[in-house]
């Protein structure tokens, strides 16, 4: 019986680690795509969907990985390491969110276009604001005397909570924007369902390894 527990444990935990391999390529490849599809530079627009795919997909997907027990590639690290690589990983992230942001609010006056007009616009720019308030909220964290209403454990829940949140909701901003006019006639056949893939498998693995090895046990913990 212990011997069957033991390969369980065993079997779950390389399931996990392999997934997180998978969640690794998936962001680097998907990334990688965007900017051959996007060529970012040939036009205004074109930095957007690569920043904004840079930011949520790649930065954002390992920076919550960092933290990951079973596929971080810095589990050899200190704690304080990889809170600090996670910092400056997020702190990328959203720079990247806010200059895609800001390019295509340009590009949009230039053409004379209107603002917030689809539901990729509107998640969009809830995302980007979520992740900015995000980040704030986790800087935080490095100084517990700012906000002693809440102790550590419970910010740092809130905290992760948080970023699962956005991560999700940059999925899903991603998602939405594959169904762009744009997008739509870039990436047509199998290749698009195969772009679809890719959020969709981060963000199962992202919220599973979150859930499972973050959230789950700071609650038991409050």
């Known amino acids: 019986m212990a011997q069957n527990t033991e390969g369980d444990a065993g079997m779950y935990h390389a399931l996990r680690a392999l997934s997180g391999i998978v969640a690794h390529l998936v962001a680097l490849v998907f990334t990688v795509y965007i900017a051959y599809v996007s060529q970012p530079g040939a036009t205004l627009f074109s930095w957007h969907p690569f920043l904004m795919t ?98 550590l454990a419970t910010r740092k829940l809130y905290h992760a909570t948080a970023g699962l949140v956005v991560y999700l909701l940059g999925c899903g901003s991603i998602l939405l924007g594959m169904c762009s006019l744009w997008f739509s006639a870039s990436v047509t056949g199998l290749s698009w369902y195969l772009c679809v893939l890719c959020p969709v498998l981060t963000g199962l693995v992202i919220m599973n390894q979150v859930s499972n090895a973050y959230l789950y046990r700071k609650r038991s913990q409050l």
């Open 54 to 151: 840079l930011a949520f997909s790649f930065l954002m997907t390992e920076a919550i990985l960092v933290f990951s027990p079973d596929s971080s590639l810095l589990r050899a690290f200190s704690r304080r390491a990889r809170v600090q690589v996670h910092l400056v990983l997020q702190l990328l992230c959203v720079v990247s969110a806010l200059l895609g942001f800001g390019i295509i609010y340009a590009n949009k006056v230039l053409q004379g276009k209107h603002h917030f007009t689809t539901w990729h616009g509107l998640l969009g720019g809830l995302t980007v604001l979520w992740a900015l308030l995000q980040s704030i909220g986790g800087i935080s964290l490095l100084y517990p005397k700012l906000l002693q209403r809440w102790n």
